[in-house]
């Protein structure tokens, strides 16, 4: 029996100190440049392995990442419990509920951007020469696999370009999260099934019809019941006092273990049940906003970066570079992502500007394709050529989303928020302590507007909004929304609150002390310029500070007219008159379903 002796612990924890530090410092200029860190993650490791300094310096590469196998396992077991985590984080961010009240135009646009994707990419794979297959006579379970593969769009990189562009809380955001967690649910399942087929495939039909049965149940049971029960024992938790997020947090890595135990014992990956465990503890409304980010600030700063880099110790890149295979897989995934999404979107009823920036948020393929990849690789299902190719693709759709999307939410129509707010839209004091409370003042200063008085109808569907998916943000702003079906131009209203509201969730867990609540009509696409615009003003800190001490509306109005003249560009049309928001009597609350 070999032990680890210190000259390993002492190499293990030079190994970690490089692929750590560099891998997150290079992330922050990355991210800085708005670009991934995945790509500077999977840059040092292209740096720190074979790619590079085992090809020009091998001496100093063997000296830092000796071949012994205990070595390298010490380091690849980390690297298994980073993407164990990263599947569990990422079924965090999946909202199960809101995917099924979505399920009208979400539903539309997952299936097409999993149907489409898989018919562009299936025969094309088919047709590929031998050479570039792991096992020629197995041609159809390859074809099948990257068909798969290339379905699978990756969640947290679409979720973080939104949240850049100040898109993350709009009904647009919301439905593309919607879409995406159907398209993340639906395509880990096929890749598993198909994965675990592969690996089975010299046992008996049975076996193989007893794996395909045993998944899908397990899977039903989790949807089903399982997240009740989970959403049970987490509000038993935070009932009971338990010390937070620490108690929360181990029960989800506790379930996460389980899950992927039952999956890996049914016969596919672990990976699956690390990712249902994920949905589960995310559909619990008594999970904070604080406890997510605490799971996901954990996992992308410290596993995450060491799996990618870890990456590129395995694998020479530029031995098994192959530029038609690196255009195939990269134009394929990009291009039958990008049309799937497009057909969906053109079967609702959503705006032009609408369909452009889902069908672009769908396309990059990102950490999920690498994954799904690796298990391939190690399966043997694929050749390390064909993975490099996956890499590659999977980085550059990461890389260029950013600036595409960018470019496509530029081309919208230009709007002034000033258009849609007045002074006597302000509330210099809520009264309000707690999120509903203030909901109710500002709804009731709504349709104070124009005469329009009722009230508890602004109320009804904001609240049914705010409960899908809250709107607090950062620094300590919330910025509730709802569409109306009868209101003919968008308002704004404001709410100021000296104390701060504590329970509205907010993700960095301080107070709210800023409320825009912005009503509009069913179709605006005033609505996603609006808040974002909001969103960019007050993350000013000077403007925060000057709001905060100032006096009653006659001293707010001129620091918030003076901050949205500052950033607004008028569209260049002539500006209306200020007139009617809202025609009487104002309606009952429309479901999101169908912005």
Same mark, same amino acid.
């Given at each position: 029996?070999?032990?680890? +002796? /210190? ?34 993650e999977i ?24 071949? +012994? ?9 980390i ?19 809101s995917?099924?009240?979505? %399920? =009208? ?11 489409v ?6 025969v ?8 570039y ?19 699978i ?6 979720a973080?370009?939104?949240?850049d ?5 709009? +009904? ?37 019809? #007893? ?19 989970? =959403? ?22 506790l379930?996460?273990t ?19 465990a ?6 619990? %409304? ?22 990618? *880099?870890?990456?590129g ?19 394929? =995934? ?30 990059? =393929?990102g #950490?999920?394709e ?20 996956i ?16 470019y496509?939410?530029? %081309? ?7 258009e ?26 709504a349709?104070?507007? /124009?005469?329009?008085?009722?009230? /508890?109808g ?8 705010? +409960? ?8 300590g ?7 109306? *079906? ?15 509201i /504590? ?16 009503? #509009? ?43 949205? #003249? ?8 002539k ?19 169908s912005?």
């Amino acid at each position: 029996m070999h032990y680890i +002796d /210190e000259e390993n612990i002492f190499h293990f924890l030079v190994q970690i100190s490089l692929l750590l530090g560099l891998a997150r410092g290079l992330g922050v200029l990355f991210n800085r440049w708005r670009q991934p860190a995945l790509t500077a993650e999977i840059l040092v490791g292209l740096i720190l392995g074979p790619t590079l300094l085992g090809r020009f310096w091998p001496t100093l590469h063997q000296v830092i990442f000796p071949p +012994d196998a205990v070595q390298q396992n010490m380091l690849e077991t980390i690297g298994w419990l980073g993407v164990f985590f990263l599947l569990l984080e990422t079924g965090l961010e999946v909202d199960f509920s809101s995917a099924w009240r979505q %399920r =009208g135009d979400a539903l539309k646009i997952s299936l097409t951007d999993l149907v489409v994707p898989m018919l562009v990419a299936f025969v094309p794979c088919l047709l590929l020469p031998s050479a570039y297959l792991a096992d020629p006579d197995r041609r159809l379970t390859f074809a099948l696999f990257m068909a798969v593969a290339m379905t699978i769009s990756a969640m947290p990189v679409a979720a973080r370009a939104l949240h850049d562009l100040n898109l993350s809380k709009t +009904d647009l955001g919301f439905l593309i999260m919607s879409a995406l967690s159907v398209n993340d649910i639906i395509g880990w399942l096929l890749f598993t099934l198909v994965l675990g087929f592969f690996r089975q495939a010299n046992l008996e039909l049975t076996r193989v019809l #007893a794996i395909f049965v045993a998944t899908i149940g397990f899977t039903a049971f989790c949807m089903a019941i399982g997240r009740r029960l989970t =959403g049970a024992a987490i509000t038993e938790i935070r009932r009971r006092q338990m010390p937070q997020p620490a108690t929360s947090l181990t029960f989800i890595l506790l379930l996460g273990t389980l899950c992927g135990a039952i999956t890996q014992r049914i016969g596919i990956h672990a990976l699956f049940g690390f990712f249902l465990a994920g949905i589960m503890a995310g559909e619990a %409304r008594e999970l904070s906003e604080r406890t997510r980010q605490v799971v996901s600030q954990m996992v992308y700063a410290l596993f995450v970066p060491i799996f990618f *880099a870890g990456i590129g110790l395995r694998i020479d890149f530029l031995a098994h570079f192959d530029l038609f295979l690196v255009i195939f897989v990269t134009v394929i =995934g990009i291009g039958g992502r990008f049309l799937g999404a497009w057909l969906g979107v053109n079967l609702t009823q959503l705006s032009r500007s609408d369909r452009a920036t889902i069908a672009v948020a769908h396309t990059p =393929g990102g #950490a999920m394709e690498i994954i799904v990849g690796l298990l391939a690789l190690e399966s043997g299902l694929i050749t390390q050529a064909v993975f490099v190719a996956i890499v590659f693709g999977a980085v550059f759709s990461s890389v260029i989303l950013g600036p595409w999307l960018s470019y496509v939410t530029s %081309r919208r129509k230009e709007v002034s928020i000033l258009e849609y707010f007045f002074k006597k839209s302000i509330a210099a004091d809520l009264k309000a302590t707690t999120r509903d409370q203030a909901l109710r003042e500002l709804s009731e200063l709504a349709a104070a507007q /124009e005469h329009a008085y009722e009230a /508890e109808g602004v109320y009804a569907a904001v609240r049914e909004r705010e +409960d899908q998916m809250g709107t607090a943000l950062e620094l300590g702003i919330a910025i509730p929304h709802a569409r109306l *079906a009868t209101m003919v131009r968008p308002i704004i209203v404001f709410g100021r609150s000296r104390t701060g509201i /504590e329970d509205w969730d907010s993700p960095d867990g301080q107070h709210t002390h800023f409320v825009f609540l912005v009503l #509009a009509p069913p179709r605006s696409d005033d609505q996603v310029q609006i808040l974002a615009h909001l969103v960019r003003t007050m993350q000013e800190p000077a403007i925060r500070e000057q709001l905060l001490r100032a006096g009653g509306q006659d001293a707010l109005w001129p620091i918030l007219a003076s901050a949205f #003249a500052a950033k607004r560009v008028i569209r260049a049309r002539k500006k209306r008159e200020p007139g009617p928001a809202i025609r009487q009597p104002l309606p009952e609350p429309e479901s999101p379903s169908s912005h």
